[in-house]
């Protein structure tokens, strides 16, 4: 970052000193590029392991896959989840907004009674990259005393609103004793897709340790669960909870946010 910095002041002041040479079109184009480099995010790969990443996966000895759903807007299928899930014994894990809480609260205590994980996702879905530390922890809070005030339990897993994060905000979490949880299959159900397209999605994307993400107010989610539900069981998986794909004890997170454990 300080190289590229460097670069971009050298060729903007050569540049500037040459303006004869360097058409106007040319020169915001180069700006540009240059600021583009200079401003992008690191890049997770072998050389960046000291990241601060949340987890996005598991590596677990047999078949686990877990489902999550994140509830921040509307209540439209819930219930509707909550009986599918039942069907066929599921436990999953709800992400909460603590705003979404102050006007399900009937909700959130189905969601309990019926063995879900009932979990944090913020309290007013806010950009997290943008907040301070103190900010944080304060969102963060809010949330899981209005979830514990419901359910009689504090929420021990966290998942960012938008997914954004930085390195800031994963050391901001795990400092609370929280774990912050991504995904790394993406369901898209919040786009519209037909059910069809939402389960191809999610039943190609899965592999041992996944973490699948899915909305509770989505228009096609409560068509595809059943056949996605059906499909991992027949492919071998169980299916468990976020809390309980997680490893306990010692573990270390490798550049793609897959969670294992270190050889002895």
Known sequence: ??????????????????????????????????????????????????????????????KYVALSFDAAWGNEDTEQLIDILNTYNIKATFFLVGEWVDKYPESVMQLHEAGME?????????????????????????????????????????RCPYGEYDDRVIDTINAMGVTAVQWDVDSLD??????????????????????????NAAEHTPEALPGIIEALLADGYTIVPIGQLLLTGEYEIDHTGRQYKPAS
């Open 118 to 158: 009932v979990m944090n996702h913020s309290d007013t879905h806010a950009h997290f990259s943008k907040l301070s530390s103190d900010e944080i922890v304060s969102e963060v809070n809010a949330c899981s005393d209005k979830i514990e005030a419901l359910t009689g339990i504090r929420p021990t897993l966290f």
């Open 190 to 215: 919040w786009k519209g897709l037909d059910a069809g397209e939402i389960t191809r999605r999610v039943t190609e994307g899965v592999k041992s340790g996944s973490i699948v993400l899915f909305h």
């Open 1 to 62: 970052m300080k190289k590229a910095k460097q670069i971009f002041r050298q060729v903007t002041d050569f540049a500037l000193s040459h303006r004869a040479l360097v058409s106007g079109a040319a020169f915001v184009l180069a700006v540009a590029l240059i600021l583009t480099v200079v401003n992008a995010p690191a890049v997770v790969g072998a050389s960046a392991t000291e990241r601060s990443l949340p987890v996005y996966s598991v590596e677990r000895d047999g």
